[in-house]
């Protein structure tokens, strides 16, 4: 079973990222990116636990605070527009299934629709 370590990353203007583990006291590390100080941080910790190759490390990001309300409202509007996406699907979904069960055709369907005959013949196998 895999164990799960946080590490705690801070920007360091202007381009790095120093990170560090707050479960391992004295073990931190640097990046320009946040894959490479990730895989610094591995390194780093391979010598101090034995675990550090296996374990899960659980990023934890500390930003100025413009920058972290940018970046949650960027989320949460991708997931606003994720859940938009899927409702979507499901409402054209149902009215492929209507359409084509009131005997339209898929190619009058996709018409009435705004999509492909294709994405019709799609969202009626998908179901």
Do not use: K, N, Y
């Amino acid at each position: 079973m895999s164990s799960e370590r946080t590490i705690v990353f801070t920007w360091e203007p202007p381009s790095h990222w120093i990170v560090h583990a707050p479960s391992v006291p004295g073990c931190h590390t640097f990046g320009s990116s946040i894959p490479q100080a990730t895989t610094r941080m591995r390194d780093a910790l391979s010598l101090w636990v034995g675990d550090a190759h296996t374990t899960t490390l659980v990023p934890e990001f500390r930003l100025p605070p413009a920058i972290r309300t940018s970046v949650r409202t960027a989320e949460h509007v991708r997931r606003r527009a994720e859940e938009a996406q899927a409702e979507a699907q499901r409402a054209l979904s149902a009215s492929a299934q209507a359409l084509t069960h009131a005997r339209f055709s898929r190619r009058d369907a996709a018409a009435l629709l705004g999509i492909s005959h294709q994405r019709v013949q799609q969202l009626l196998t998908d179901c």
